[in-house]
């Protein structure tokens, strides 16, 4: 697997810079997904499991990109269709987990 | 015989309010099921769609799919549910050779079923399960809009519907796309197979049955169909996360659990809180389709403590071959049972001897529920007059009980010597570290065949290829240590949760 840099989120604790920063998450993720699928995704909130461009094959890869571009961990709790099936679910998954992170 | 439109109808009228299907959150009765597939096959016949034509199904799990199978047996039309798994090749392959009238797909399936459309090999009747909001989506009508069209007159079955030897459904099994062949299925074997399951299984309204493969199964099917024989209720699982499986079990209290064993292994695998949950309601697992490696089956059996295990063995050709009652599970470990009533199994050599007892041969199926053959493949070597020929390597004991030994394709002579794939993955496995392994033997031009090693290293593993091949050569015979090995994250699977061997042949992952 390619080397990334991290996308760590450090100063950016106003309301317009989680937006911001929310948005460069979806940016990170729909592209890599693209990119492992070779599929174009409009649709962030469609079963990407269901429409057969994702499989199983695919979760650990998504896992282990998530875990090493966004410094995150990741257990067997937080894989579920409802996070893992949507490019919206990813997206929420990432920015809940770093604003837990943050928070004292 | 009792057809499978009749079980509906009679269920319908004894348990009229009983769940029949939930899917996440919408419950459906039996009343609802029986008056919305009468509805989809008045619709149908008012569009010409008749006994005999075959529909297509392309979807992935939802409740609307019930309501179109029982429509189709109303009708007598022949089912052609395609694994929702398949893409556009395999897509095209299955409805070029069935040639439906009529073609039913989830809105999920827009953009393939478009793709499809364009090459001008489906119908014009496309309905959509759903909404048809994506505009680059076919031109199609949608279910509840089709529904309201209908006009409620009475409704006939249609004449001789329920004949038993004509095909009820062609289901067509993985495989590579010009090897994937349609497997006919007829009313009769359907109808047979639903009352020995329900009657093996003990099934009754109480149970509440988990689906979790498509319905191009079989395994799917009967489940469906003695569910609804006996009034239980079948819940759709549409993922295969471990967590929305364990989920679902507990908050719905399943009681039966049909899946291979590669679905166990990677629950067991990737979801250790697994073996901290408690299922007081799970009442039976049965297990077909793969050798369950002893000490991980042992290992399952331990965590679900109370809950009978079936092991089962069959083929999409002869639907239901053997089961292992619960009470011989600990008297005869690995084994996957006798032959159901109706059916004979023999172990023939090479040269279609019958082997004795011990020695491992085809495993052959003839008597009960053998299908008529391949749709538009006549006379096809699986098909012969001593039964359905499987493919399967076995053996009996003394008491002819069937163990089941792997695949004949698998299966390669290498230096004389038989070499089974899957004995060489149970060594591999016994590493520490190794949490996975798929061993595939490939020809090779001059050497003779090579055999490949694909590993899934468990979680914080430091395993090195050379304890592996250590390994190896210490516990293996000569000609069944592998020429190459192979690190992954995971294995390809079919929509089953197999091992997808072919797969990893083909993708390029092989080199031949």
């Given at each position: 697997m390619s080397v990334h840099s991290p996308i760590v989120d450090t100063a950016e604790t106003s309301k317009e810079g989680t937006h911001v920063h929310s948005h460069r998450v979806r940016e990170t993720m729909a592209g890599y997904i693209e990119a492992?699928?070779?599929?174009?995704?409009?649709?962030?909130?469609?079963?990407?499991?269901?429409?057969?461009?994702?499989?199983?094959?695919?979760?650990?890869?998504?896992?282990?990109?998530?875990?090493?571009?966004?410094m995150l961990e990741i257990s067997g709790d937080d894989i579920d269709m409802d996070t893992f099936g949507t490019i919206d679910g990813l997206v929420g998954m990432v920015t809940a987990m770093q604003g837990r992170h943050r928070s004292p | 015989?009792?057809?499978?439109?009749?079980?509906?109808?009679?269920?319908?009228?004894?348990?009229?309010?009983?769940?029949?299907?939930?899917?996440?959150?919408?419950?459906?009765?039996?009343?609802?099921?029986?008056?919305?597939?009468?509805?989809?096959?008045?619709?149908?016949?008012?569009?010409?769609?008749?006994?005999?034509?075959?529909?297509?199904?392309?979807?992935?799990?939802?409740?609307?799919?019930?309501?179109?199978?029982?429509?189709?047996?109303?009708?007598?039309?022949?089912?052609?549910?395609?694994?929702?798994?398949?893409?556009?090749?395999?897509?095209?392959?299955?409805?070029?050779?069935?040639?439906?009238?009529?073609?039913?797909?989830?809105?999920?399936?827009?953009?393939?079923?478009?793709?499809?459309?364009?090459?001008?090999?489906?119908?014009?009747?496309?309905?959509?399960?759903?909404?048809?909001?994506?505009?680059?989506?076919?031109?199609?009508?949608?279910?509840?809009?089709?529904?309201?069209?209908?006009?409620?007159?009475?409704?006939?079955?249609?004449?001789?519907?329920?004949?038993?030897?004509?095909?009820?459904?062609?289901?067509?099994?993985?495989?590579?796309?010009?090897?994937?062949?349609?497997?006919?299925?007829?009313?009769?074997?359907?109808?047979?197979?639903?009352?020995?399951?329900?009657?093996?299984?003990?099934?009754?309204a109480s149970d509440r049955l988990i689906s979790v493969t498509p319905f191009s199964f079989d395994g799917a099917l009967s489940q469906l169909f003695t569910a609804t024989l006996v009034g239980a209720t079948l819940v759709l699982q549409g993922s295969h996360f471990p967590k929305d499986v364990v989920t679902t079990m507990v908050s719905e209290k399943i009681t039966g659990f049909h899946a291979v064993p590669s679905f166990w292994r990677m629950i067991l695998d990737q979801y250790p809180a697994f073996a901290d949950c408690a299922f007081p309601h799970l009442r039976y697992l049965s297990l077909i389709g793969e050798v369950f490696p002893e000490d991980e089956l042992m290992r399952l059996k331990r965590i679900l403590g109370e809950t009978d295990f079936y092991m089962m063995y069959g083929t999409t050709e002869a639907f239901r071959s053997t089961c292992l009652a619960p009470a011989d599970f600990a008297r005869k470990p690995g084994s996957v049972g006798r032959p159901l009533?109706?059916?004979?199994?023999?172990?023939?050599?090479?040269?279609?001897?019958?082997?004795?007892?011990?020695?491992?041969?085809?495993?052959?199926?003839?008597?009960?529920?053998?299908?008529?053959?391949?749709?538009?493949?006549n006379g096809d070597a699986t098909f012969r007059r001593d039964g359905v020929h499987t493919g399967d390597l076995g053996r009996l004991d003394e008491e002819g009980y069937l163990y089941f030994v792997g695949r004949k394709d698998t299966m390669i002579k290498r230096l004389g010597f038989q070499v089974y794939p899957e004995e060489i993955e149970a060594c591999l496995e016994t590493i520490d570290g190794v949490s996975m392994a798929a061993v595939v033997c490939a020809p090779d031009r001059g050497s003779g065949p090579r055999i490949h090693a694909f590993l899934v290293p468990a979680a914080s593993s430091d395993l090195s290829p050379d304890v592996v091949m250590r390994r190896c050569r210490a516990s293996l015979p000569h000609y069944m240590i592998p020429d190459e090995l192979a690190f992954r994250f995971a294995l390809p699977r079919t929509a089953t949760g197999k091992v997808d061997r072919s797969r990893l042949l083909a993708a390029g992952e092989v080199r031949r």
């Open positions: 492992l699928t070779n599929e174009r995704i409009t649709d962030h909130s469609s079963n990407l499991f269901e429409a057969g461009v994702l499989t199983s094959l695919d979760v650990l890869s998504l896992v282990a990109f998530i875990e090493e571009t966004f | 015989m009792l057809s499978i439109s009749e079980m509906l109808s009679r269920t319908a009228r004894d348990h009229p309010d009983k769940e029949a299907i939930v899917d996440r959150g919408l419950r459906v009765s039996f009343s609802e099921l029986a008056e919305r597939s009468t509805r989809i096959a008045r619709f149908l016949r008012s569009r010409d769609i008749e006994k005999g034509m075959r529909v297509g199904i392309y979807s992935s799990k939802c409740a609307a799919e019930a309501d179109v199978i029982f429509a189709l047996a109303k009708l007598g039309c022949i089912m052609v549910h395609i694994n929702p798994s398949f893409r556009d090749a395999k897509l095209h392959h299955v409805i070029e050779e069935t040639e439906p009238s009529a073609f039913f797909f989830h809105p999920c399936k827009s953009a393939p079923v478009e793709r499809a459309r364009q090459r001008g090999i489906l119908p014009p009747l496309l309905i959509c399960l759903g909404e048809t909001a994506d505009r680059s989506g076919p031109p199609a009508l949608e279910l509840e809009t089709a529904l309201e069209q209908d006009h409620g007159s009475a409704w006939a079955d249609a004449p001789g519907s329920s004949e038993g030897e004509e095909p009820a459904a062609i289901l067509y099994t993985s495989g590579t796309t010009a090897s994937s062949k349609g497997i006919i299925v007829t009313h009769r074997v359907l109808s047979e197979s639903t009352l020995v399951s329900a009657h093996l299984l003990q099934n009754a009533p109706g059916v004979k199994i023999e172990i023939v050599d090479e040269e279609g001897r019958s082997c004795p007892a011990g020695k491992i041969g085809e495993i052959v199926h003839s008597g009960a529920f053998v299908s008529p053959g391949y749709w538009k493949r």
